[in-house]
């Protein structure tokens, strides 16, 4: 099992800036996929950002120039630095990981964004 503890959210008002951790510990072999996804109320989830291991980023477009996905793999952890806060960035923040094949999510961080 994969344990993930997700750290940084908080209320923030419009053009400012928070980052998201998010670590991994437990049984850890070789993950190969970290993202982040977020779900605002009445909607569905959906991707932010997801970095592999093999490099390379990858970003939805309501984000793309604002925030910056990174991961550091001697410590498991992924962060996500957001910049330019919009009120519609406000949401529950969850991290992801997939390691062989199964798919790990933490318990969610609320990031609020005030107009």
């Known amino acids: 099992q994969v344990q993930l503890a997700e750290s940084g959210g908080g209320l923030v008002q419009a053009g400012g800036s928070l980052r998201l951790s998010c670590a991994a510990s437990?049984?850890?072999?070789?993950?190969?996929?970290m993202g982040w996804y977020r779900q605002a109320p009445g909607k569905q989830r959906e991707l932010v950002a997801a970095?592999?291991?093999?490099?390379?980023?990858n970003y939805a477009d309501s984000v793309k120039g604002r925030f910056t996905i990174s991961r550091d793999n001697a410590k498991n952890t992924v962060y996500l630095q957001m910049s330019s806060l919009k009120p519609e960035d406000t949401a529950v923040y969850y991290c992801?990981?997939?390691?062989?094949?199964?798919?790990?999510w933490g318990q969610g961080t609320q990031v609020t964004v005030s107009s």
């Open positions: 437990g049984s850890i072999f070789s993950i190969n996929y």
């Open positions: 970095i592999p291991s093999g490099g390379g980023t």
């Open positions: 992801n990981v997939l390691q062989w094949g199964h798919s790990y």
